[in-house]
T-cell receptor, first 111, second 112 residues
Framework: GEQVEQLPSILRVQEGSSASINCTYENSASNYFPWYKQEPGENPKLIIDIRSNMERKQTQGLIVLLDKKAKRFSLHITDTQPGDSAMYFCAAKGGNEKITFGAGTKLTIKP | GGIITQTPKFLIGQEGQKLTLKCQQNFNHDTMYWYRQDSGKGLRLIYYSITENDLQKGDLSEGYDASREKKSSFSLTVTSAQKNEMAVFLC???????????FGPGTRLLVL
């Protein structure tokens, strides 16, 4: 099956700076890469996704990059705010249609 | 819009007990999923179903059974609860497998 590695597991950045989370996957047939944000006590919510026919996607302060050759994708949060503090999960959909999640990154924005 | 409901919200069981969790969605989505989330950790796929009466094993299916009785509902059974087990079970659905998944509020399990 697919394996997704997500780093770092803990990330603390100053308010206003950017935060970056990186994920790698193993199955070159994977073609869909969603990112989820989970706040304490809440269920995960999709914040942005990218398909394998794109290398970059941007929406509302979020940028995702996909490097299919390196089997790597990343989330970049620009101009971070306190409300961005949460757990973030990357995921990859393998050729067998299962979605595999990364272990998560706990992001804390320092005021 | 639609909604995913999970029952019960909290579930306390005894070691060795068989426990059933239920999930309903009114999005008319084809695919439904069950995930387990341990405290501070990622999501692990237990079972998913691409249509009514279909069942596909995830990475963590051992110790669980599932049933897709109809398109709108997907139930999960913990076949023998383990002592001191504590986790959140999340149900999700998507139009088709691989599309955006919408999550339910979760069922919190505690086994005494």
């Amino acid at each position: 099956g697919e394996q997704v590695e997500q780093l770092p597991s803990i990330l603390r950045v100053q308010e206003g700076s950017s935060a970056s989370i990186n994920c790698t996957y193993e199955n070159s047939a994977s073609n869909y890469f969603p990112w989820y944000k989970q706040e304490p006590g809440e269920n995960p919510k999709l914040i942005i996704d990218i398909r394998s026919n794109m290398e970059r996607k941007q929406t509302q302060g979020l940028i995702v990059l996909l490097d299919k050759k390196a089997k790597r994708f990343s989330l970049h949060i620009t101009d971070t705010q306190p409300g961005d503090s949460a757990m973030y999960f990357c995921a990859a959909k393998g050729g067998n249609e299962k979605i595999t999640f990364g272990a998560g990154t706990k992001l804390t924005i320092k005021p | 819009g639609g909604i995913i409901t999970q029952t019960p919200k909290f579930l306390i069981g005894q070691e060795g007990q068989k426990l059933t969790l239920k999930c309903q969605q009114n999005f008319n989505h084809d695919t439904m999923y069950w995930y387990r989330q341990d405290s501070g950790k990622g999501l692990r796929l237990i079972y998913y179903s691409i249509t009514e009466n279909d069942l596909q094993k995830g990475d963590l299916s051992e110790g669980y059974d599932a049933s897709r009785e109809k398109k709108s509902s997907f139930s999960l059974t913990v076949t023998s609860a383990q002592k001191n087990e504590m986790a959140v079970f999340l149900c999700a659905s998507s139009i088709r497998t691989g599309d955006t998944q919408y999550f339910g509020p979760g069922t919190r399990l505690l086994v005494l």
